[in-house]
């Protein structure tokens, strides 16, 4: 079974910093993609940041400048660092995997969400 599990959400003032990290339980290769999305009550849930496999990052406009996107081959891992956070970056944070299924399907993964808070 693979997951996805993220961690490092929590409660901070506006202008602080936060790093979330989301572990995955297969090696994370298997994956064509990975990345950040972040979702708020009553809107659709919105890209972040995405690593794909060669390394080709994106960034939301919102975010570049302040967050980075990072991944950690031996630790199976993907991280976002989030810089100097603003109350409008108050959102629950998933994390995403796409993986190559049965013939051209890709399958879509979801970790369970950490939520993020920046308020003061």
């Known amino acids: 079974q693979i997951q996805l599990v993220e961690s490092g959400g929590g409660l901070v003032q506006p202008g602080g910093s936060l790093r979330l990290s989301c572990a995955s339980s297969?090696?994370?290769?298997?994956?064509?993609?990975m990345g950040w999305y972040r979702q708020t009550p009553g809107r659709d849930r919105a890209l972040v940041a995405s690593?794909?496999?060669?390394?080709?990052?994106n960034y939301a406009d919102v975010v570049k400048g302040r967050f980075i996107i990072s991944r950690d081959n031996s630790k199976n891992a993907i991280y976002l660092q989030m810089n100097n956070l603003k109350p409008e970056d108050t959102a629950v944070y998933y994390c995403?995997?796409?993986?190559?299924?049965?013939?051209?399907?890709?399958?879509?993964?979801w970790g369970q969400g950490t939520q993020v808070t920046a308020s003061a």
């Open positions: 690593i794909d496999l060669d390394g080709t990052i």
């Open positions: 297969i090696n994370i290769f298997r994956f064509s993609l």
């Open positions: 995403k995997a796409l993986a190559r299924g049965k013939g051209w399907a890709t399958d879509i993964y």
